[in-house]
């Protein structure tokens, strides 16, 4: 028998690197997004505007203070999953040939699809009376989230995410490629749910985007209402088990046409309209 031969140390050598990975992970894509809102011209900005309400005064500086505590915590998970791969409990493979790019690519889509899956069922029961308080109500707080709410957690919430992808590697094995597109993914489409406006082509809300996957009134509507629309990427969990908000398609039938009656008139050189102020 071999014995292990493990330094504990590394894993603290390893810690401010992973740290700065998930700080930018979160910063850039954030901070990108809010940007990107504060630059729209302020028509397009009504027409698009799916929420009904204004954040709070201090509402972003909570939500960054709880998301930068989720991003340790999603550090120290990181190590956890370094230390696993180096003592061969977690499998990450390096060479891409190993496997193939076929499974590359497979085994990114299985991981997206399993997380949706992950993300809804434990969002569920976060939602149970008994355990919303301690897990979910810090993100709840946000009734009209900010992009910055991407990961404004509770500390008991942020380690249910964060074990996710651990869990996986002890099963199946990833590539590291597959593992960043995975969360570059994974916290795109969770600004862009949080940012409290439709920034994706009408076009895309009207066709299979719109009906498959989850959009910023999806989500919104969850952060409204509470009881309906627990899905992180695709609308099928929330049809299955009952749970789509009864306006959900109207209301997105409503942003399309707003969006393509705003496209008209502009392409019409006329100016826009703000039928829509709230
Ligand atoms: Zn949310
Ligand atoms: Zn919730």
Not at 108 to 117: E, K, M, N, P, R
Not at 129 to 150: E, K, N, Q, Y
Request: hydrophobic content about 50%; some cysteine.
């Amino acid at each position: 028998m071999s014995a292990v031969c493990f330094n504990p140390f590394i894993m603290l050598d390893a810690w401010p690197a992973i740290f700065v990975a998930d700080l930018l992970r979160y910063v850039i894509p954030t901070s990108f997004v809010a940007l990107v809102i504060s630059l729209l011209p302020p028509d397009w900005a009504v027409l698009r505007r799916v929420r009904l309400r204004q954040p709070e005064a201090g509402q972003q500086g909570r939500e960054l203070s709880f998301s930068l505590l989720t991003v340790l915590i999603f550090s120290m998970n990181g190590v956890v999953i370094f230390a696993g791969a180096k003592l061969g409990w977690l499998q990450i493979y390096t060479a891409v040939n190993d496997r193939g790019w076929m499974y590359l690519l497979a085994s990114l889509a299985g991981l997206v699809v399993l997380h949706d899956a992950w993300f809804y069922w434990t969002h569920r029961l976060m939602h149970r009376p008994r355990w919303f308080r301690w897990i979910h109500g810090v993100h709840h707080r946000s009734v009209a989230p900010t992009p910055w709410a991407a990961y404004s957690f509770a500390p008991a919430e942020a380690v249910i995410h964060a074990v996710f992808l651990t869990l996986v590697l002890a099963v199946l094995p990833l590539h590291p490629l597959a593992i960043f597109v995975f969360l570059v993914h994974m916290i795109a489409r969770n600004v862009l749910g949080h940012a409290g406006i439709e920034l994706v082509p009408g076009r895309w809300l009207a066709g299979w985007w719109g009906r498959w996957m989850t959009t910023t009134l999806h989500h919104d509507l969850h952060h409204a209402h509470g009881r309906y629309n627990f899905g992180l990427y695709f609308t099928w969990w929330d049809r299955i088990g009952g749970t789509e908000h009864p306006d959900y398609r109207g209301r997105l039938r409503e942003v399309v046409h707003q969006i393509a009656q705003a496209s008209f008139t502009t392409a019409a050189g006329q100016p826009r309209g703000r039928e829509n102020s709230k």
